[in-house]
């Protein structure tokens, strides 16, 4: 395994390949196959998300893949946000469509298009729904897996709310989900209102997700976004109101992508390959049986290990491969299994579990009937993977008081006035793009460029 803090970028690429979670040779750059190990991990933060919304009374759907050009161009600053970006599908067969059709990029069109359908009075609000589906963008830039790609696995929320003060406390719901979803994956990240220039085509504002990684950059994990009126004033999504007068919804948006997958990797991996948080792994308690004279009874004591383990909910799978049990411990430790339980001879005489965990050297010796405690195990991994994550991010953002201190390799906080200005002055500098200023930060000072009042802001090179 390529070391990880020497090429991070080396590292990453490896680990996909080397624990088999996509394969990017499908012959369309940046459409890469989910396998299945990858998959389970996806498919586990989808849960995460689905229980979370479902919690905040967001409910989900499932929209078409294709949008009409007409659909797409009612809101003209928002198409304008994505027109690069678009696939157009032209034909049926060889007959030329009447209509071109995009590939959704994102599902505003689409859905806005239905709401005035299902949204017309005051009883109707709040009105919340969701979907996990993928979108596409025909990205230009060098693609990576899960970073940057042009078929991308996406969760996007879409609510509409009788005035904007309902709409804001929305936006405070979805910053709850995006707590517990990253309590949940052991990462930390700034909330950073993009500047005007930067937000999502169409929005009053946009608070995006930030977070250092490795290599010196920051990815945006995810993002939401205050409409205000301005897609129900194109859509004509309007609603009665309790006094009879027609008035227009106020809506917002939640974001999350596969990056949140990039994330967990990058962060939490080391030399040895993946580390991950047991909620997520798709084999949190692997069994290892060690040969010896009395094999057949160190296989039925393993079974009845894993049976009392899935009982209690717990995914666990018992690796009675050929392989030597030190290749068997490095490739689980590389696969990122929060929990190992080694069963010999002397554990079946004994009645006791051999446990190692993914992020501790030292072995833990417990009594068989120990084995409903498991779950302290998986959560003291986790307590693991989030004190070491906290370290790193607190170690990879820092804050700068002058200019001369921009091109330091990692995330910065600063202020700055927010003019355009400015923030090409120090991505000239730096290559730091201008983030935003921070969310929920009332201090204030001196511009590091100009001196003028500014706010507390973040700038990074991104991905």
């Not at 009612?74 to 690069?84: A, I």
């Not at 997520?280 to 894993?306: C, F």
């Not at 991505?427 to 200023?437: C, F, P, R, V, Y």
């Amino acid at each position: 395994m390529e070391n990880k803090k020497i090429d991070f970028s080396e590292w990453y690429n490896e680990i996909i390949d080397t624990a088999k979670l996509s394969d990017k040779r499908y012959n369309i750059k940046g459409m890469n196959v989910w396998l299945p190990y990858g998959l389970k991990i996806i498919h586990s933060i989808d849960s995460l998300l689905r229980e979370y919304s479902d919690d905040g009374g967001i409910e989900e759907v499932s929209f078409p893949v294709l949008i009409s050009r007409e659909q797409l161009e009612v809101e003209f600053e928002h198409v304008k946000g994505f027109e690069n970006e678009i696939y157009w599908v032209t034909k049926g067969g060889t007959t030329p469509l009447d209509i071109d059709l995009a590939l959704r990029p994102t599902s505003e069109a689409a859905m806005y298009t239905m709401f005035p359908l299902w949204i017309r009075s005051h009883t109707d609000l709040p009105f919340r729904i969701y979907q996990i589906v993928n979108v596409y963008r025909y990205e230009t830039k060098h693609t990576r897996s899960f970073i940057r790609v042009r078929e991308i696995h996406f969760y996007e929320a879409h609510t509409a709310h009788v005035d904007f003060e309902d709409a804001e406390k929305q936006m405070d719901e979805y910053l709850k989900i995006m707590e517990r979803l990253s309590d949940d994956l052991c990462i930390y990240f700034s909330m950073d209102v993009r500047p005007d220039w930067d937000k999502f085509p169409g929005a009053m504002y946009s608070v995006a997700f930030d977070t250092p990684m490795p290599g010196y950059r920051s990815l945006q994990i995810g993002t939401i976004h205050e409409y205000g009126e301005n897609f129900a004033k194109n859509y004509g999504i309007k609603y009665l109101d309790e006094n009879g007068d027609m008035k227009y919804v106020s809506q917002t948006t939640f974001g999350l992508s596969e990056r949140l997958m990039a994330a967990v990797i990058g962060i939490h991996g080391d030399d040895k390959g993946l580390v991950l948080p047991y909620k997520l792994a798709p084999v949190q308690v692997i069994i290892v049986p060690i040969p010896s004279d009395n094999y057949d009874e160190i296989i039925e004591y393993s079974n009845g290990i894993k049976s009392k383990l899935m009982e209690i909910g717990i995914r666990c799978q018992i690796d009675n491969s050929d392989y030597t049990p030190g290749y068997k411990f490095n490739e689980w430790e590389m696969r990122g299994v929060p929990v190992r339980i080694e069963i010999g001879k002397r554990e079946v005489n004994d009645k006791t579990l051999t446990i190692s965990l993914r992020t501790r050297k030292k072995k833990i010796k417990i009594e068989l009937e120990e084995i409903s405690n498991m779950y302290q195990y998986l959560k003291a991994v986790n307590f693991d993977i989030k004190s070491k994550a906290s370290e790193f991010y607190m170690a990879n953002k820092i804050f700068i008081d002058s200019l001369e201190k921009i091109k330091e390799d990692k995330m910065v906080t600063a202020y700055w006035c927010g003019s355009k200005a400015c923030s090409d002055e120090i991505e000239s500098l730096s290559e730091k793009a201008a983030l935003g200023a921070v969310r929920n930060d009332n201090t204030s000072g001196p511009c590091i460029v100009c001196g003028s009042p500014g706010k507390l802001s973040a700038f990074s090179r991104t991905y």
